[in-house]
């Protein structure tokens, strides 16, 4: 009647097995796990099969799930991972249960972003991998090295980019020798891919980059020109007309994306993503006052730039001198703005 467990020891002798190498008598685990001794007699002999009450009590008791074994286990097929899955909890309860309760938090947070509306699927798929990378480095703790991946956001924006169906408004505020926001090839091939739409699928996309001086863009050159000849309307302003700009992100009228900063330090300490109709509405009103700019002769419009001759008879930005063109260009527009 000696049962085997799926890895080929039968359970009896992995109940004795296990209960020496933890030092337990057979009456010291009969007391633990609420039985009697005669009951881990049976087991150990082969003559009884543990049900899953006992099974659970004995398997938080030695540390390790033990497997459902017996005749009613082909038909209990389906709810076996769940008993295996309970049986390892309680294993975890019995170890650390700070560690336990803090796994029951995070496991009813993830019901609940599951839950969730569908208009926050994007946000799910980003805390997803934000969670994943926080596992990933808590699994090599044990080797007492760990190897730490850029906490960036730049898959994150993007992401929340690729949502877009109508329209893609960003602002990029000069910072820290950088134009915020310019997160490098990955998020630039992100916006090309939805300039390229077409038909129906054509989005309104709109860019302001706030700036100190004319240079903060010469890093930017080949994306600015790239970006406007793929019909994307780019403003350029001038810090001094736009003090308190910050980059943001919006995407249709479902999405901002903003950046929460420590000015002393000069430093981004957290990325806001949202989908409240409040904060949309906020960043939207941001952006309108920035674009109004334009209209009141305090912003470089790069399209009008690169649709006047000489620009407009190149294609690309390395062609003959077109760079130096280009440059000249902005200098010149940049000169013309308003002081204050």
Known sequence: MTRTNPVGEPIGELVRRLRKERGLTQQSLADRAKCSRSQIQQIEAGTRVPQRPLRESLSA???????????SAAALEADSG???LRMQFNVLLGKDPAAAAHALRITQQLVDAAGAAADTASL???ALRQLARAESVLAQVPSRMVHIPEWNTVTDWCTILEQATRSVRT???????????EVGDEYHSALMRLAARTGAARLSMRRIQVIDSIADLWPYDDRLWRLTRAGITNLVVKRIHAPNAQGMLLVDERF???????NFREGRLATRISALRPDVDF????FAK?????????AIRVNDLIATEPLSRFAQLDEGECRALFHAALE????ALPSS
Do not use: M, N
């Open 256 to 262: 901002s994306v903003s950046g929460v900063y420590d």
């Open 290 to 298: 920035l674009e109004a700019l334009s209209r009141q002769g305090k």
């Open 124 to 126: 799910r798929t980003i």
């Open 332 to 335: 010149r527009a940049w000169d």
């Open 61 to 71: 008791v030695l540390g390790v799930a033990l497997p459902a074994i017996g005749p």
């Open 283 to 286: 960043f939207s009103d941001r």
């Open 171 to 181: 602002v990029h505020a000069a910072g820290l020798a950088v134009i915020g926001g």
């Open 82 to 84: 769940i008993d295996s």
